[in-house]
């Protein structure tokens, strides 16, 4: 979920709140008032962090509030089932099924290089490509991983996705690398075309379908309605569009649909001047040929974008998480905003209009947040994914108040799989909860380990 702007990042590195002092901006008291929330929500969310020590490890390797407690487990290398080892790079997931004690997770690999692939012959896309997703299996009275196995492979550059209501979950390749392509001038020995979403099920054997209705572009998460079964895709890009693609068959995806982009009623581009908590209304633009990865004749990975575009469809900032709950679709911009560091965005589809939940005002406060997930109880938690030395889970009341949950503490020096160094700059990832709302799953992406965290959540907003 990495995307190199270190331009635009290193300018942004000066006091945005002592430029907001003097500036004339209307959007200055907004981004006051979303200070003042954040410093009131830390003191009164869940109370101060402290180093609490991994049940599996012994390793204090995260900072919770007091009353909290975790386990470690599917790190990478770690075996599998199947007798290889784990994949790296742990990204987006979801708790898809929960049947009793066992509650079934597909958790991403967001591998970026060639093959081979994670995956049995017949669980694979692509021999050539080395990303995928894997199934574990954790029960929640116990608290502890019962068993892990490939689930797909062959995919490439697994970034986020999101479950479905009929128990399965969508893996989204945040690429649009073609068949026999290039990157960076090399070839790249990839045998089909990416950039699509596959679905993996809760249970047995993934077909790999590469569901091209959905669009072919640099897809992020998605979030599906329940009522409607229609499917909400984010677009991590620079210039990005908010997606829904709508079923012909809801629930059977690979019966194809019809893919569209958001347009906001009198608001071309959301970056930089979207008014706060302001219900606008959206309509939505078809997009002819979903598989136009790449503006016409320019390999800029623009080309579903720029189909929307051209019919007055909105631009958002880098869309990442997406998530359903409340009955509204949560999504996020990571590099949106005045300051450039993230936007919270509520869609709701009854209605049709988005609103501006919240908006960074600096990296102090929130520093591009990526994946999303609402809670059993209504609020959200957001993964950072900034360039902090500490990076962070935080909470988001729908009010806009925020607050810090967890903060990464993960420094080895080779007491699990050989992993040595200070890894507290990961990303987090793959935020999710079990049907029951007592653990609160979550990925730092690397050295790649995920979290299975539970303690007093009635104490605070999650």
């Not at 997703?133 to 892990?148: M, N």
């Not at 706060?276 to 320019?298: F, Q, Y």
Request: proline content about 7%.
């Amino acid at each position: 979920m990495k995307s190199p702007l270190p331009s635009r990042r290193s300018f942004l590195k000066s006091s945005l709140v002592t430029a907001a002092a003097v500036s004339a901006d209307p959007f200055d008291a907004f981004r006051q008032r979303s200070i003042a929330r954040a410093s009131e929500a830390r003191s009164t969310s869940y109370g101060p962090l402290v180093p609490v020590n991994d049940e599996t490890t012994g390793l204090p390797l995260l900072r919770l509030p007091e009353g909290f407690r975790y386990v470690s487990f599917g790190w990478t290398g770690d075996l599998l089932a199947n007798g290889q080892k784990t994949p790296e790079y742990h990204d987006g997931m979801a708790v898809v099924a929960q049947e009793g004690n066992i509650a079934t997770l597909i958790r991403n690999h967001e591998i970026f290089l060639p093959g081979p692939s994670i995956a049995p012959s017949d669980q694979t896309y692509d021999p050539k490509a080395g990303g995928g997703c894997t199934r574990l299996r954790f029960d929640v009275v116990e608290g502890k991983l019962l068993s892990a196995e490939p689930a797909i492979g062959g995919t490439h550059r697994n970034c986020a996705g999101g479950p479905t209501p009929w128990g399965s979950w969508l893996t989204c390749e945040e690429t649009v690398d073609d068949a026999h392509g290039e990157f960076d001038g090399k070839p790249l020995p990839f045998e089909f075309d990416h950039g699509f979403i596959f679905e993996v099920p809760a249970h047995g054997p993934a077909k790999p379908i590469a569901l091209k209705d959905m669009g072919r572009f640099t897809h992020e998460a998605i979030a599906i309605d329940p009522a409607t079964g229609i499917v909400y895709e984010t677009e991590d890009n620079g210039t990005a569009g908010f997606y829904r693609f709508i079923p012909r068959v809801p629930g059977q995806l690979a019966q194809g649909g019809k893919l569209q982009m958001m347009k906001i009623q009198g608001q071309a581009d959301t970056r930089a001047n979207m008014p706060p908590n302001k219900n606008m209304g959206v309509t939505w633009i078809d997009i002819e040929d979903p598989l136009r990865a790449h503006s016409p004749g320019v390999k800029d990975r623009g080309g579903v974008y720029s189909q929307g575009k051209q019919q007055g469809a909105s631009t958002f900032a880098r869309l990442e998480g997406c998530w359903f709950g409340n009955e509204k679709i949560y999504f996020v911009s990571t590099s949106g905003g005045k300051a450039g560091f993230g936007q919270i965005f509520e869609h709701d589809p009854k209605q049709q209009t988005v609103r501006l939940v919240f908006e960074s005002p600096s990296k102090q406060v929130l520093d591009y947040p990526d994946n999303i997930a609402v809670s059993p109880r209504g609020a959200l938690i957001l993964c950072e994914d900034g360039d902090r030395k500490v990076e962070r889970l935080c909470t988001l009341s729908l009010d806009g108040q925020l607050g810090i949950f967890a903060e990464n503490n993960v420094q080895l020096n080779g007491e699990r799989n050989g992993f040595e160094g200070d890894f507290t700059r990961q990303e987090w990832c793959g935020a999710t909860f079990s049907a029951d709302g007592k653990w609160l799953f979550a990925n730092i992406q690397t050295p790649g380990i995920t979290f299975a965290i539970t303690g007093p959540w009635n104490n605070g907003p999650l």
